[in-house]
């Protein structure tokens, strides 16, 4: 995994936490609404796995926000303009 790679990874994985934690939600409340594993959702919150668009649907239903909601604070969490990778830089 490269190093802006491992960034966003790490960067999503601290976003999903605090919407869980805001939520009021445990790892085993989230991953019951989610219909995945509690281990899953340790390893996207640690970031031991890379969440694919089905895992975000999922978490995103478990915690009951729109994907947007996630994607928008992974932004501000995350200056995506500096991004070397040109696939996700923005204009």
Known sequence: MDRSNQHLVAAFAATLRDA???????QEELAE???VSVRFISFLETGKRQPSLSALAAVSEGLGIPMSKLIVAL???????????PAVRSS
């Open 20 to 26: 869980r934690e805001d939520a009021g939600m445990t």
């Open 33 to 35: 609404r989610a219909d």
């Open 75 to 85: 932004e501000e969490r995350v200056d995506l303009g500096d991004n070397p990778n």
